[in-house]
Nanobody
Framework: QVQLVESGGGLVQAGGSLRLSCAAS????????MGWFRQAPGKEREFVSR????????YYTDSVKGRFTISRDNAKNTVYLQMNSLRPEDSAVYYC???????????WGQGTQVTVSS
């Protein structure tokens, strides 16, 4: 059974930083592309970032480019999202996701809340 467990969310002031972690189990993590998504109240879930199984191919949605960095540690079965220069509009529940094929994300964590105060 695949499990993705996010941590690291919280309340931060605008301009601050947070690092999200996602610990994976029940899958061959080192061969799995991973991603981060977010969902704000009243909005649809949106893509934030993704990274290939070997740590290359990082990609970001335009609104976070230059501020967020995705990385992974295959020895720890963990993917990270470093978030800097946070803005109130970054406030959302952030979800970790695993892709069964290419970048088809079909397994999700429970989410972690990020709140950025102005």
């Amino acid at each position: 059974q695949v499990q993705l467990v996010e941590s690291g969310g919280g309340l931060v002031q605008a301009g601050g930083s947070l690092r999200l972690s996602c610990a994976a189990s029940g899958l061959t993590f080192s061969r799995t592309a991973m991603g981060w998504f977010r969902q704000a109240p009243g909005k649809e879930r949106e893509f934030v970032s993704r990274i290939g199984w070997n740590g290359v191919g990082a990609y970001y949605t335009d609104s976070v480019k230059g501020r967020f960095t995705i990385s992974r540690d295959n020895a720890k079965n963990t993917v990270y999202l470093q978030m800097n220069s946070l803005r109130p509009e970054d406030s959302a529940v952030y979800y970790c996701a695993a892709a069964s094929k290419a970048y088809n994300f079909d397994t999700w964590g429970q989410g972690t809340q990020v709140t950025v105060s102005s």
